[in-house]
């Protein structure tokens, strides 16, 4: 058989969570990191942590104008039925209904059992994500939590631990179950990326223009970040700005372009870390603390393209 028929029938099988025939092997897709040049010393998610430290577990709200895609897909119990609300979806295979014998495997992932929904926020040890207010399941029951920025996709598999209803629709906890060192780490990426915004505060602003004729003002955070804004003495525009993300600094003035620059003492970073430094800045940016002013949040958005 070509490589390539195999390849499909095996993503196919897989997908499906059928047995597979004799001979053929499972086929799995490694976990793919967001950053490989830069956030490399990001520890993977925590794995189990005692109730008391869970508790203390800092949630990372995620700004609706972030943009993370999040698909929910029903895994359940062995044997299990699908859950109220599901699309009654065969499995077909070229016009033809397959015959299953057997239920799919515990913890696989149905194609036919997927809903959207909107990532609320994410801590190291899982997220809270609101579906559909028809959609019935169960504490404890198992999923799959596919979550998708631009090109990149990450796949967390999880259990619900609690399920709240809103206006809105359900707000379903999610507890993360990573087993793998490379889905742990991008999943700490993705916590990295959206606490670096969303925990700025504002430090301090001068009411005096300082040596360089402008006023300047300071956010910072118990993370590595820090935000540095310079602003027209006359009429207080903002005219240029240097975000510090981890070992990482962005700079840019009013007519200029952008600047970024690695390490300690700051130097220009390659081309391959400006291009993953570049994607950090533009990921971060939608994903604000509210204390950094409507102005200031525009003006870091010309640069975030």
Not at 58 to 86: E, M, Q, T
Not at 233 to 249: G, H, I, M, P, S
Request: hydrophobic share 40%.
């Amino acid at each position: 058989m070509p490589w390539d028929n195999s390849t499909r029938l095996l993503t196919f099988w897989s997908n499906q969570g059928l047995t597979l025939p004799r001979g053929m092997v499972e086929l799995k897709i490694p976990a793919m990191l967001f950053f490989k040049r830069i956030l490399k010393d990001v520890k993977p998610a925590a794995g189990a942590v005692p109730p008391v430290e869970r508790r203390s577990l800092k949630r990372y709200g995620i700004n609706p104008h972030f943009p993370i895609k999040a698909v929910l897909s029903y895994s359940g119990p062995k044997g299990s039925h699908p859950p109220l609300g599901a699309p009654p979806k065969g499995w077909h295979w070229k016009g033809r209904q397959l015959d299953v014998p057997h239920p799919p495997p515990s913890g696989t992932p149905r194609k036919s059992w997927q809903w959207k929904g909107r990532l609320l926020d994410c801590s190291e040890r899982g997220a809270r994500i609101q579906m559909g207010p028809t959609l019935t399941m169960e504490a404890r029951d198992l999923c799959h939590l596919k979550l998708t920025v631009e090109e990149f996709e990450l796949t967390v598999p999880c259990h619900i631990t609690n399920i709240r209803e809103h206006d809105e629709g359900l707000v379903f906890g999610l507890r993360q179950d990573i087993a793998d060192e490379t889905t742990g780490k991008a999943f700490g990426q993705l916590i990295e990326v959206l606490a670096l915004g969303s925990t700025l505060k504002l430090h301090g602003k001068t009411t005096e223009p300082d040596n360089s004729g402008y006023l300047v003002e300071h956010y910072v955070s118990n993370r590595p970040a820090r935000l540095s804004v310079w602003r027209h003495a006359t009429n207080e525009a903002v005219t240029a700005f240097e975000f510090q993300l981890k070992d990482n600094l962005v700079r840019a003035a009013a007519g200029h372009g952008m600047q970024y620059l690695v390490g300690t003492p700051a130097r220009s970073a390659t081309p391959a870390q400006a291009e993953e430094i570049k994607r950090l800045f533009n990921w971060v940016v939608p994903n604000l603390a509210a204390a950094v002013p409507e102005d200031v949040r525009k003006f870091l958005h010309r640069y975030a393209v």
